[in-house]
């Protein structure tokens, strides 16, 4: 039987993945697709949380997955800004390396 | 849902998630990276999150995914295939987050709730639409009006940041 413990490791298996290719990764485009994974990651485990508790009147609890939602939209509007920027630092660098943006590096 | 399907979404999604950091074309990660959304969707409507699987599906398969396509495109990234891997960080940053997964996986086996099955629904699917509307509405209406604000911030930032300074 599939249990509650299943859906939390394939959540910390995609968040690990999520996680090293942000550490791995030098691409920012690469880096961005890579936080949208540990976001999605994150997730699965609240939904599998909102279908596991079961409330008195057997219907999942909802609150869970209306945090779900207000994630989506957080992670769009944060894409399309992450995107906007990734494009202003093309067009002065002409690069979405994180090897050649070192102006702040100590 | 059987567990033969989940197995499959599971594995699914592992593997072309997975598949988002290995490739070094960018296009190919931005492919497997929709494939790898909509095996998600399949996982979260197998827990009967109809409505949370469809947005998913409409806003990250279709739409973010589209911006990331579309950004690759403009761009014309193709430099990133001839870099030299530097082995040695990768190995550094690859072991940082195998420690994290050792680290989550210890913690899920020590839960013991972990292990039970899920209850089962009464009645048949529910009307997710209208359970989670409500909620959204009744007790959680001020956060909705602050994540307009926010969608209505991130509209404005984009245009200002992508319009071309005047010389």
Do not use: C
Request: hydrophobic share 60%; aromatic share 10%.
């Amino acid at each position: 039987m599939i249990t509650l413990g299943h859906y939390l490791l394939v959540s910390g298996v995609l968040f690990s993945i999520g996680f090293a290719g942000v550490m791995v990764r030098r691409n920012l485009i690469i880096i961005l697709m890579s936080l949208e994974l540990m976001l999605n990651a994150a997730n699965l485990s609240l939904v599998a949380f909102s279908r596991f508790r079961v409330d008195p009147n057997g219907l999942p609890n909802y609150n869970a997955q209306v945090f779900v939602f207000f994630i989506i939209t957080v992670a769009a509007a944060e894409v399309a800004v992450g995107l906007a920027i990734l494009v202003a630092l093309f067009r002065a660098r002409q690069t979405t390396d994180v090897k050649d943006i070192s102006a702040l590096k100590f | 849902m059987s567990p033969l399907l989940f197995w499959f979404f599971a594995l699914l999604t592992v593997i072309f998630g997975a598949a988002v950091v290995i490739n070094r074309n960018p296009v190919a990660s931005a492919l497997s990276l929709v494939v790898s959304f909509l095996g998600l969707a399949a996982l979260f409507m197998s827990l009967d999150a109809y409505f949370v699987g469809i947005i998913q599906v409409l806003v990250y398969a279709g739409a973010v995914m589209v911006l990331f396509l579309f950004l690759i495109m403009l761009l014309n990234l193709q430099v990133e295939e001839r870099r030299r891997i530097n082995w040695l960080a990768a190995a550094g940053g690859g072991g940082v987050a195998l420690i994290l997964l050792v680290q989550i996986v210890l913690t899920i086996g020590r839960f013991e709730t972990a292990r039970r099955t899920f209850p089962p629904l009464l009645g048949s699917t529910p009307d997710d639409v209208r359970n989670i509307g409500a909620a959204l509405f009744r007790n959680y209406n001020l956060p909705f009006q602050i994540i307009g604000v926010l969608v209505l911030v991130a509209t404005i930032g984009v245009v200002l940041l992508s319009k071309r300074e005047p010389r």
